[in-house]
């Protein structure tokens, strides 16, 4: 009572004591009534009271209220009443009879001490419900009802308790069977008060809890996201769209598997129409401000720095392929842009390009929309030296810049390039980033010389090509004096006692130059002013403000003395720690080189590498100049205390390692070009297999074609012979008709004249029948047409056969070579390993040099050995070369034999179609013989004439040479 005396802010007991009583009155009708009315009337009741009586309520009635959750659910409106009444015992919204019972002058003490209050007065009731799961599980089968009374504030509620216990109600929704996915039924209810609010439940939902977040989105969650940012207008859109986008966050940060799953989805490419602004920016309202810049973190969070390298890299090629990042700097360049939108576009630019060369490469080549076009980098640059520039957008475009040189060697060197004598403008028309760099490294602004110190350190972070360039840069510091370097003039601005923030900014730069690099250590020794002012600067005791000065003059000398190539011999390492001791002392040179560390915005900026100051005056140190003071000051402290002796023995072993890596180089380089050899030989002998398959399928298509002119000419003989044999039948035929007499005188010369013409004819078909013999004998045997074919295939084959072992032996010496060399790079490997450990161990250097000179011999025996068996690599395949052409050579008789062989078969075919038309006038002719002589015949019959002995002797005579005739064509046919 006492404590809901205090939340209602000093009532009277006699009104709390009777609402007590009612309250219980209706827990009473809650919890015994049969009639559904009376018990919904009760439930109504209570509602209506638990605002301005929550604890009275809550300790009376959520039990109650639980109850007729679990036994009720037929009823929908008393649900409804159940749940807004349990959501206003647990909700911690602000009671609006606070006001009316504060006194006016202690009005922000009773607003604390309620708010307080009511916090705890929450945790404690949601302590309260989730001590049973049950009643969890219990609200989220509830939200599975469709009815708008039970839906809407069961999603209130369940949202109200994971604001007050979040990882506890976090867990129980976890392990409930299917509760995620319950929940993610809320952002496709047509109703968007329910889907809204489904929204906020799901952002409460998946905050710190990586599993959750990764169900989420596995449900589908940013497709359904993406959906209701499009449909409500994506950056117009309103408070809907900034709730979706936090949600987008809360599953995105931090959580490597749903950034690829994003990525792997091609959301990415969705995103790109949030920042399609229109020409005229003029009218941005609050909420697009706000819904923008939670659209550019949400890109901020794909691409930041935390994030494995991989999943970085890939989500930055994806923007530029879809075109984001050119999106992104149409806004960088365009007019009437909010200024905290413009600053938190740059930071988003400078996350997308850091790292990315082929980004980097595009950025290189923005244009802003002036007259004459200028780089994007040289307007930003401009922004940043310019000292009426908001601080936040200067830190934002050192960031961008910072991110454009990062990793990016060609944008580096052609940074350092425009401070270069051969490239600057002679006309002076326009103006370089170099140009502004150095202008803003010597201006009068403090903020412009550290922002302009650190942009060229970082122009030669990891370079040292570049760092040897910029010590040819020449200024013109005022008329009539000789130009000085770009080196001295920072340290006479160094030694002219300058801000602290100018100071600490040029001596980083000088640090990340002279580091790594002992010719630009050499031309700052060359100076007789610059030792002098950094011992002096170290001895003194000054103010805490000077002790991160002295530390970083400290840091400048060590790196002098621990690159210097003791070129200049009155500023050798050991005379400079020699004047370091006589002058400051080894312990209070150490001691002084880490003030640096020590000091408390340090570690501040060793955390991100984006630079974010809350002002001005933090602004003091870089995020890669913290790792580079981390690497060297163990190193630095080392050489300090070295004596001369261990420096004489550390020359010896970095000379040794030298000429070691340089034999190391050249075996590299050996085996490198054995490599490229045996690439070579495989890819020769690949060559050399498809040839020898080729020839192979050429052999045996030649063979083929052999063997098929073979049947052709034994099908013609047979043709030939049987057409002999049907002639000689048909003239036998035609010869067995006798003659009878007639008209003596008369007929004899027919006859006579007719047996001469017969004469001529058959004379003239021996010849043709002689001239087809001799054909006949002119073409080659069959036995030997037969044999050259197989025995050329035959040895064809045995070379295929020695040529296939010879390719195989090669192979296998191949390989053993590659097993060679490879045991050359292990023994290569080993040889490394212990040169290390005899570094370490610091052993006598005759020793040393004597393994490694064994080993170099072994190396080089090897090596001569595999180039031995090179050479006779080549010379076996000089062979097969040579044996390729000789196969080829025989291919190509093989193929004049048979163009050959073709020719005389043309030529036969010919001949004999020549003889078949002889033949066939002279069948024509001995027919209308025949004709002429059958009539004759007939006219000899007519007249009575008998013949005579003689003629019938004369056929007879003749029947008989026509039997030996044919008895002769028979015989021949037999052959």
């Not at 190509?892 to 006038?921: M, P």
């Amino acid at each position: 009572m006492n404590f809901l005396r205090g939340v209602m802010g000093g009532q009277s007991a006699g009104p709390q004591h009777t609402e007590a009583e009612t309250i219980q009155k209706l827990c009473d009708r809650v919890a015994s009534s049969t009639l559904l009315d009376d018990r919904r009337n009760a439930v109504r009741a209570l509602k209506s009271l638990s605002k301005k009586y929550r604890l009275e309520v809550g300790i009376q009635a959520m039990e109650h209220l639980i109850h007729v959750l679990q036994t009720d659910r037929s009823d929908s409106e008393i649900i409804g009443y159940a749940l807004d009444t349990l959501y206003n015992i647990i909700s911690n919204d602000e009671e609006e009879e606070v006001a009316s019972y504060s006194n006016t002058l202690s009005l922000n003490i009773t607003e604390e001490n309620s708010t307080r209050q009511s916090e705890d007065l929450g945790s404690q009731f949601t302590e309260i419900f989730i001590k049973q799961q049950e009643n969890v599980t219990l609200l989220l089968s509830l939200l599975e009802e469709f009815d708008f009374h039970v839906r809407w504030p069961g999603v209130k509620l369940l949202t109200s308790l994971l604001k007050q216990l979040g990882p506890q109600v976090q867990q129980i929704i976890l392990v409930s069977p299917m509760g995620v996915s319950r929940l993610m039924d809320l952002l496709a209810d047509s109703r968007e008060v329910i889907r809204n609010d489904g929204v906020l439940l799901l952002q409460a939902l998946t905050r710190s809890n990586g599993a959750i977040q990764k169900i989420v989105a596995f449900e589908n969650a940013f497709e359904r996201l993406l959906d209701i940012i499009t449909e409500e207008g994506n950056s117009d859109g309103g408070i809907v769209v900034e709730d979706c986008l936090i949600l987008l966050q809360n599953l995105l940060k931090n959580n490597n598997s749903n950034q690829n799953f994003f990525k792997e989805g091609s959301y990415i490419q969705r995103m790109k129409p949030w920042f399609e602004v229109g020409e005229e920016n003029s009218g941005w309202s609050a909420q697009k401000v706000t819904n923008l810049h939670l659209m550019l973190q949400l890109v901020r969070v794909l691409v930041s720095p935390n994030n494995p390298p991989g999943a970085t890299s890939s989500c930055q090629k994806a923007m530029f392929q879809c075109g984001l990042l050119q999106q992104l700097c149409t806004i960088l360049m365009a007019t009437g842009v909010p200024a905290d939108i413009l600053t938190e576009t740059i930071n988003t630019v400078s996350e997308v390009i850091r790292g990315c060369q082929v980004n980097q490469d595009y950025f290189a080549s923005v244009n802003a929309p002036s007259n004459p076009p200028r780089p994007a980098i040289v307007v930003l640059l401009m922004s940043m030296v310019n000292e009426r520039q908001p601080f936040v957008l200067r830190c934002a475009v050192l960031y961008c810049f910072q991110c454009f040189l990062y990793k990016n060697q060609k944008g580096q060197g052609e940074i350092v390039s425009t401070l270069l004598p051969s490239t600057i403008d002679a006309t002076g028309t326009s103006v370089s980033a170099g140009q502004l760099l150095c202008g803003g490294l010597f201006s009068t602004d403090s903020l412009s010389n550290w922002c302009a110190a650190v942009a060229l350190a970082h122009a030669l972070q990891e370079n040292a090509t570049q760092k040897e360039q910029l010590l040819r840069v020449q200024l013109a510091t005022s008329i009539g004096n000789p130009p000085v370097s770009l080196l001295q003039q920072c340290t006479n601005i160094l030694s002219q006692g300058s801000k602290i923030q100018t100071r600490v900014g040029l001596l980083m730069l000088l640090c990340t130059w002279l580091s790594n690099c002992p010719i630009a250590v050499t031309h700052f020794l060359h100076n007789s002013a610059n030792v002098p002012f950094l011992t002096g600067q170290i001895a003194e005791n000054l103010g805490e403000e000077e002790q991160l000065v002295q530390g970083l003059c400290a840091l400048l000398l060590g790196i002098s003395i621990y690159f210097n190539d003791n070129s200049l011999e009155s500023y050798m390492k050991e005379k400079l720690k020699q004047l370091i001791e006589k002058r400051i002392g080894k312990e209070n040179f150490i001691e002084k080189l880490g003030f640096i560390s020590k000091h408390e915005l340090y570690s501040r900026a060793s955390q991100k590498p984006q630079p974010n100051f809350p002002s001005p005056e933090y602004m003091i140190f870089d995020h890669e100049f913290t790792k580079l003071v981390k690497e060297l000051e163990g190193v630095i402290t080392k050489a300090i205390y070295k004596s001369s002796e261990e420096d004489k023995q550390e020359e010896e072993v970095k000379k040794t390692l030298e000429q070691h890596d340089s034999i190391v180089t050249h075996y590299k380089n050996m085996i490198r070009e054995q490599d490229l050899q045996l690439e070579e030989l495989k890819q020769h002998i690949s060559t050399l297999k498809c040839q020898n398959e080729q020839l192979q399928t050429a052999v045996t298509q030649q063979v083929s074609q052999i063997q098929q002119h073979k049947d052709q000419y034994n099908l013609l003989k047979v043709q030939l012979g049987k057409d002999n044999q049907h002639q000689g039948s048909y003239s036998d035929g035609t010869q067995m008709n006798g003659i009878q007499p007639e008209e003596i005188g008369r007929l004899r010369e027919e006859i006579e004249e007719l047996k001469s013409n017969q004469e001529l004819l058959q004379s003239q078909l021996a010849e043709k029948d002689s001239f087809i013999e001799n054909l006949k004998s002119s073409q080659p045997s069959p036995g030997t047409n037969e044999q050259s074919p197989a025995t050329a295939s035959a040895r064809d084959s045995e070379q295929i056969a020695e040529l296939k072992q010879e390719l195989a032996a090669l192979k296998s010496q191949l390989n053993s070579q590659s097993l060679e060399i490879t045991k050359l790079q292990t023994e290569k490997q080993e040889l490394l390993q212990k040169t290390e450990a005899f570094a370490k161990s610091v052993p006598v250097p005759g020793e040393s040099e004597t393994v490694i000179a064994t080993k170099t011999t072994d190396v080089e025996g090897r090596l001569s050995a595999l180039l031995q068996e090179t050479k006779e690599l080549k010379s076996e395949i000089k062979a097969l070369s040579e044996e390729r052409t000789a196969i080829k050579e025989q291919l190509d008789s093989s193929n004049s034999t048979i163009a050959i062989l073709q020719n005389e078969k043309n030529k036969l075919e010919v001949d004999i179609t020549d003889s078949k038309k002889e033949q066939d006038d002279l069948l024509v002719l001995l027919a209308d013989q025949d004709q002429k002589i059958f009539s004759l015949k007939n006219k000899l019959k007519e007249l009575g004439h008998p013949v005579e002995e003689e003629d019938e002797l004369e056929s007879g005579d003749q029947d008989d040479e026509d039997d030996e005739d044919e008895d002769d064509s028979k015989e021949q046919g037999h052959i």
